[in-house]
């Protein structure tokens, strides 16, 4: 049994919008790029969920439409009650130990979506036992708890790969497609302004994380900076802390072939996450990161067009998660954009770089 992973080819769409209302269009949808589910026939997928937060409805309900997968476990650590979720997604059987729950359902894969300060044992546990899986970002705080689980699944020879969905956006694909045709890419910037006095006041998250925001946030659009640009080299970063800790940071560097790259985040400033990418008599802007638009030196606009898969989920899960699984059923190796653990270490290498210190606890 395989997981197939094609592109079809059936022409651009151009819809006015999903209710077909007849108003100026605020997408252009394409359906000429799919990731197709898994092929029905055969053994089904066997996967083990980890983790029943708000992120696990994200990759459920992509599990759910792939026929060939079957999820035979969703763990959840503490005491609520999470049969309703299992129901409602199809999954087997649910458990309040993780470990029980490998033992008993013995997946081909798992998928671990546990809470941020749970992430590195959990996964170096995974990891031991040799199953693959697909760990939500970050995989560590620094990167040397990164390196550590990229070692560990070196050792054990395990397939691996850290759900940073931005990579897998389509949007993001075809901007770069608009940029390549007309030569290199010369630039990216990245903006990514946290609303961080907010939500140090009204956030359900601990101090302890938000002390870590850098890495536990704004390590999306800093990794969607060397998804696009590759490798950093010569780095050069400004920052201030205008309420207690560092909270404005301007990195400038070098990425591969040439390109220039550069991270602006103004905390105190309007939230908001963004990305500029310059080419030859041609930008594009994607602001929000979901949707955006190529402007050309002439004068041209157009909208940069978005799969239907990342209107219908979350976007880049859908896609993410089927390359994933492509790679578990055939054994081939994962391919660009996907990051492992090994490459997710330069990604916390670079964030290391622009925040000038190291969480780890």
Known sequence: ??????????????????????????????????????????????????????????HLSVLNAFEAVKIVGLANRGNSDITAMGESYHVEKVFSNWRKMIEDTAPD???????????????????????????????GFSSRQTSYLADLAAKHS????????????????YALDAIYQNGPLVGALVEAHEPIAKMRKNSRHSQALLDRWLVANSIHPIDLLRCVGGDVSNIHVLRQAWSGMPDSFSASMQLQHNALGTYVAHWSSVQGWSLQLYGNDIKVILNPLEEGEIIYSDGRRSLVPVDE?????????????????????????????????????????LIEDIAGTIHED
């Open 1 to 58: 049994m395989t997981l197939a992973r094609r592109i079809v080819r059936s022409g651009v769409r151009r819809f006015r919008t999903l209710t077909g209302l007849k108003e100026k269009p605020k997408k252009r949808i394409l359906s000429e790029r799919k990731y197709l589910a898994p092929e029905p026939q055969g053994t089904p997928i066997r996967v083990a969920v980890l983790g029943a937060g708000r992120v696990s409805d994200f």
């Open 109 to 139: 894969a798992v998928l671990i979506l546990v809470s941020h300060f749970e992430t590195v044992p959990v996964t170096a546990a995974v990891l031991e036992m040799g199953i693959p899986c697909l760990i939500e970002k970050p995989a």
């Open 158 to 173: 395990c397939l691996n790969m850290v759900a940073v969905n931005r990579r897998y956006y389509s949007v993001v694909d």
């Open 309 to 349: 898969v990342d209107l219908k989920f979350k976007p880049g899960i859908y896609a993410q998660n089927a390359a994933f699984l492509h790679a578990v059923s055939t054994g081939e190796a994962l391919l660009p954009p996907c990051s492992d653990l090994a490459d997710h270490v330069k990604t916390l290498q």
